[in-house]
Each structure stands twice: as structure tokens, then as C-alpha cells.
């Protein structure tokens, strides 16, 4: 795993009676039962988790990450083992600000357990919701927003586009983003080409031949029948088709991207900065979308954006969990060039829309970039009560 160093995570020449002290690494599991699953085309989420990270510091100061965790449904279990035994020993005592040494440290140090174990996922997983509380813990420290640390402008906003729909009735999901000035709407297919038809034509008829329609087929298809469905698909004029084929068949996707006429987008199963240039070099995508929580943090993902963006190729984060993941998401894609619009889940979550609050909310079909230090959100103590499920203890 390679980290993008900063001037402001290169801190070796601090006295050490000026040193902060990690002094607990410990993860926080969210959950709740789904009364409607959300379905994609391999299965089905019951429940919906956010594994938060909390770091704390010698120096009373806290920072706050989030661990992708959508599947398997016993993915919290293994995230805390992971990270309290796997990860937390390396960065105790450590200080918290050197950031990116740390992200190399951790990569060094647990490059050979994920190769023996076969986990490159789940312990980059692991790592970027470590990564994403030691940014909020230095932006604190510092006094300044994260997205203002690393050099971004002030009074920002992202703009969004709605994701999550389908199999089943889109309209509830997309009228009040619809009302709140959101344009773009993203619709899961790969559930027959019968029900696909009928998805798209509802999604095209309430947003209007304006809107903006991208599709997530979630690596159903194989190459022939992305190629049956493409007719279909630039019928209802999508922009693009995501994750059309299994995502490591880099030369088939290249194939497929060469034939049909939206973008190819991809990236959500890719891991850090040399998988994004594997992808990159195949030619296969005409959009990234690293996941911030899954790919290695706000470190890795901030050094994959540049590299796609050298090479003229936009990005759009993939996003699907809590607010800590989403609200740093939009601090990367204030402060890095090459963004195109940020994913929101359409689907109802008090894990984002509680502990958010109206950061979250979309106005004008944007989100605000949060201005406090760090994040810029501390998750209320009261909602992390309500929620939390003890695991391992």
C-alpha cells in the first residue's frame, strides 16, 4: 500500500515535549435491522452497520474514521478483532500526527498477514477508517478543516447524485431528492433484462429527459450479456454503466468500454494506488470511484485521484455507509481536482441522517463541505448509545 505524504503529516521534528500519544485505537459498531432489504444484484443487506473508529490521544483529543462494513452481514465481527488486535498495537504510543508514516507503517507491517490470510480487503478496510480518524485528530489538533489543511478553498459544496435504487419502487427514493435540487440519479440493474426495462423506464420518466441516469449493474453480467444490455441501457440514454463485469476482468471491461457508447465506471472493489493503476493502465474505465473507507483511507484515495486525474480521468467517490465516511469524502473532493459529483445513498439511514444532521441533507443538489476542524462533525454521544452493538467484549 503506498501512501500520498504531506508536509503536514512529516512531523519527525517534534520535541518530544511537544509529542501527542495515541493511547487507544478502539472500534465502535452501529447497527440496526432493515424493515425493506436493500437488494443489489448478488445478494441482499438485512441490516444496515457503520464500523466508526474512534483514536485517542494523551492530549484529550479524539479523531473519528469509518471501516467500509456493507457485506457480509459478518463483517462487524472480524473489523473489531482486526482492528483492535491487528492494528491498534502498531500505533499505540505513537504520535498521531504523522499521518502518512503511520498509513506506510501499517501498510509495511500487515502487507504480509493480508497476502497469508487472503484479506487484502478487510485489512485495507481496517486501515482507512485508522487513516480517516488520525486526518480528523490532526485537522483538530491544528484548528482547521481537513479540506482547508490540505490546501482546498473555503464555503465549499459537492454536488450530488442519488444512489440505491431498485429492484423496487424508485419514486419514494427519488422524489425528495428530486425536491432538494438533486439531478442525477444512479439505478441497480442485473436482475433480468425484464425488470432492468421496467426500472429504467420509471427512473427516466420521474427524473425527465434532463436528468442524469447512471446504472450499477454490481458485477452481474459477464461480457456477452453487458453487450446484449448495452442497446437497452442507451436507450434510456445512460451516462454510464458501473461495474458492468466481475472487477478484477480488467481486459474484458476494456473490450466492453470500447463498444458502447456511455462511460464505464468502476473502482469501489479496487485497492489501493497500485490496483488504480492497473485499472488506469488497462484502459478500462472512464470514471474511478474509490471508496475512502475501503481503499486506504483519506491518504491512499487523496494520491489515486491525482494519478487519475494526470492522466485526464475524473472521479466520483463511492460512498454507501455512515456520515463520518461520507462527510470526509466531501473534505477529499474539496481539496483534489478531478471530482465529478459525490455518491448519497437515497435510501433512509439514521447511521448518516442522525448523526449527521444537515450535513448530510442535500440543498440545491449539493452537500456542504462541514468548515470546524478536522471532520468537522463530532458524532453525538446520545446516537452512538442508541445504536451500538457490543462486539467482542
Not at 448478488?42 to 479524539?62: K, N, P, Q
Not at 444512489?163 to 425528495?176: D, E, F, I, K, W
Not at 448530510?360 to 452493538?389: F, S
Request: one cysteine or more; hydrophobic letters at 40%; a negative charge.
Amino acid at each position: 500500500m503506498t501512501a500520498g505524504h504531506t508536509a503536514c503529516s512529516d512531523l519527525h521534528g517534534v520535541s518530544e515535549s511537544e509529542a501527542m500519544k495515541i493511547t487507544g485505537v478502539e472500534p465502535v459498531v452501529l447497527g440496526f435491522e432493515l424493515t425493506e432489504p436493500v437488494r443489489v444484484s448478488f445478494g441482499e443487506m438485512v441490516h444496515r452497520y457503520a464500523i466508526l473508529v474512534r483514536i485517542d490521544t494523551d492530549a484529550g483529543i479524539s479523531g473519528w474514521g469509518e471501516s467500509w462494513s456493507n457485506f457480509p452481514a459478518w463483517s462487524p465481527r472480524e473489523r473489531v478483532y482486526t482492528i483492535r488486535e491487528g492494528i491498534a498495537p502498531h500505533l499505540l504510543g505513537e504520535d498521531p500526527r504523522q499521518v502518512g508514516w503511520l498509513h506506510d507503517k501499517l501498510g509495511r507491517r500487515l502487507a504480509g498477514v493480508a497476502r497469508q490470510w487472503g484479506a487484502v480487503g478487510p485489512i485495507s478496510q481496517a486501515i482507512s477508517g485508522v487513516d480517516i480518524a488520525l486526518w480528523d485528530l490532526l485537522g483538530k489538533e491544528t484548528g482547521l478543516p481537513l479540506h482547508k489543511l490540505w490546501g482546498g478553498a473555503t464555503d465549499l459544496e459537492v454536488p450530488v447524485y442519488g444512489s440505491g435504487l431498485g429492484p423496487g419502487a424508485v419514486r419514494p427514493l427519488v422524489t425528495p431528492l428530486l425536491r432538494s435540487g438533486v439531478t442525477a440519479f444512479k439505478l441497480k440493474v442485473g436482475f433480468g433484462e425484464e425488470a432492468d426495462q421496467r426500472n429504467l423506464m420509471e427512473v427516466r420518466e420521474q427524473i425527465g429527459p434532463d436528468g442524469i441516469l447512471l446504472t450499477d449493474a454490481n458485477q452481474a453480467w459477464d461480457l456477452t450479456t453487458a453487450l446484449r444490455m448495452a442497446a437497452l441501457l442507451a436507450e434510456f440514454d445512460t451516462y454510464w454503466l458501473e461495474e458492468p463485469i466481475p472487477a478484477d476482468q480488467l481486459a474484458e471491461m476494456a473490450r466492453l468500454r470500447a463498444q458502447v457508447p456511455f462511460r464505464i465506471a468502476g473502482g469501489e472493489n479496487v485497492y489501493g494506488c497500485e490496483g488504480f493503476r492497473r485499472l488506469l493502465d488497462a484502459g478500462a474505465v472512464d470514471i474511478i470511484q474509490p471508496d475512502i473507507c475501503k481503499t486506504g483511507g483519506l491518504t491512499e484515495t487523496r494520491t489515486i485521484c491525482s494519478m487519475a486525474a494526470a492522466r485526464g480521468v475524473p472521479y466520483a467517490p463511492h460512498y454507501f455507509g455512515s456520515a463520518i465516511g461520507l462527510i470526509a469524502s466531501l473534505h477529499l473532493f474539496a481539496a483534489t481536482p478531478g471530482g465529478w459529483m459525490m455518491e448519497l445513498d437515497a435510501n433512509p439511514n439514521p447511521l448518516r441522517e442522525e448523526l449527521g444532521g444537515d450535513a448530510v441533507a442535500p440543498k440545491n443538489g449539493c452537500l456542504p463541505v462541514p468548515t470546524g476542524p478536522g471532520l468537522g462533525l463530532v458524532p453525538d454521544q446520545r446516537i452512538i448509545e442508541r445504536y451500538q452493538l457490543q462486539i467482542g467484549r
